[in-house]
Nanobody
């Protein structure tokens, strides 16, 4: 599966953005998906994950209640709705996939497929 993330941009604190991750390949529906982010000078950080069906999700504590992960298997697309954005959310956001359709953990090593990243910048 090939992944392409888009939808990033510059937004003021308190604003919203929706990221999308478009996947190619007929097996998208079998893959669990996730979002990670990496800020300058920091390690890659787990943001959220969703099972192949979309029935189960997992979020980092830092984004719970503000971000929502979802997917549309008919459109081969995953989304990350980000509300109440904070300057500390500034990072490059990456989408990732694993053929383990039930995995929604935070271990980046489990995700074997990665998109190219999209920049999110939140100004104060």
């Amino acid at each position: 599966v090939q992944l392409q993330a888009f939808g990033g941009g510059l937004v003021q604190a308190g604003g919203s953005l929706r990221l999308s991750c478009a996947a190619s390949g007929r097996t998208f529906i079998n893959y669990a998906m996730a979002w990670f982010r990496q800020a300058p000078g920091k390690e890659r950080e787990f943001v959220a994950a969703i099972t192949y069906s979309g029935h189960s999700t997992n979020y980092a504590d830092s984004v719970k209640g503000r971000f929502t992960i979802s997917r549309d298997n008919a459109e081969n697309t995953m989304y990350l709705q980000m509300n109440s954005l904070k300057p500390e959310d500034t990072a490059i956001y990456y989408c990732a996939a694993t053929p383990n359709g039930y995995y929604i953990g935070s271990d980046h090593r489990t995700y074997g497929y990665w998109g190219q990243g999209t920049q999110v910048t939140v100004s104060s």
